[in-house]
């Protein structure tokens, strides 16, 4: 590794990077003329997938160098070796982070199909701050969809969990009733029915203006000149079907690597649902001196 500077800006060079950059595929410029094609036309899955952890492969930052440079105390050292310290502490607090697994639904392996999002993706739009500016938009032509489905393909899970996803997107889907006037909302889980059988249902009760079907999703595929999207799924022992604007799949809360590896190190067996008992309390371990700081 060696530093070097190209047009006023200083680079690392890294001499293990362990494979070269892919090369974006592109049309031919015969097929390029007269029309509005992309030109780019993406990485292949396996490609991507390759290229992503090749991305990653350098283990440091993106090697720009820049903080070294403008540091005029001169406190950052590329080269200085990690340390270890004992530190001697009354409590370890174990807070839960948070990932969220966005499970695929059939029909639209690897994210194909525009007009169908997350529910983190629909949060950022209900953000003023958002890429939208608090608009729900249809990616595919970015007109404001009229009919948006909230689906649940998610496997078995812990009740607490299964609860803590299906409330995040029912929350989004009053706000998005609030945002749109006279929008159409599904909501299609195959766990609403337990759902509304726990504590929630005297909330959900409160809910007017969504349709809340107990059905496992089956298929999605775009339908149409709008790219609208058809939702096949079981519902009372038969096959059904609905078309949406906009679907946005739920996700489902866990815990981040970095979590589970320090539980595990602290010999506390951990998972999502456990920061779910008691929320805003602090709750002991069956390792004396740890404990877990529960979700608000």
Not at 124 to 147: F, V, W, Y
Not at 160 to 166: F, S
Not at 234 to 247: N, R, T, Y
């Amino acid at each position: 590794m060696y530093i070097y500077e190209k047009k006023g800006r200083y680079i690392i060079a890294f001499t293990d990077i362990p494979s070269k950059r892919a090369e974006m595929p592109e049309i031919s410029v015969k097929e390029r003329k007269g029309n509005f094609k992309e030109v780019e036309t993406g990485f292949p899955e396996d490609v991507a997938r390759a290229e992503a952890k090749r991305c990653l492969s350098c283990r440091r930052c993106l090697g720009c160098a820049l903080c070294w440079a403008e540091c005029d105390p001169e406190a950052i050292n590329f080269d200085l070796p990690d340390q270890d310290f004992d530190l001697q502490v009354d409590k370890v607090i174990l807070t839960s982070g948070m990932e969220r697994n966005i499970v695929s639904i059939a029909g639209n392996i690897s994210n194909k199909h525009m007009n169908i999002v997350t529910d983190l993706q629909v949060e950022r739009m209900l953000a003023d701050t958002g890429p939208s500016n608090g608009l729900i938009i249809c990616p595919q032509d970015g007109e404001i969809p009229k009919k948006i489905g909230f689906v649940q393909s998610l496997g078995a899970t812990d009740d607490k969990v299964r609860d803590a996803a299906l409330i995040f997107g029912i929350n989004e889907a009053i706000l998005a009733q609030k945002k749109i006037d006279g929008v159409e909302i599904g909501f299609i889980s195959p766990t609403i029915n337990a759902f509304k059988a726990s504590a929630a249902k005297s909330e959900l009760d409160k809910v007017s203006g969504i349709k809340f079907v107990n059905g496992t999703i089956v298929k999605a595929a775009e339908v149409g000149e709008n790219k609208e999207i058809e939702v096949r799924y079981e519902a009372d022992g038969s096959e059904k079907s609905d078309i949406f604007d906009l679907l946005v799949l739920l996700t489902q809360p866990q815990l981040p690597p970095s979590i589970e590896e320090t539980a595990k190190q602290l010999g506390v067996e951990v998972s999502y649902a456990s920061f779910l008992d008691t929320p805003g309390e602090m709750v002991e371990t069956d390792r004396p001196g740890v404990v877990l700081a529960q979700n608000l």
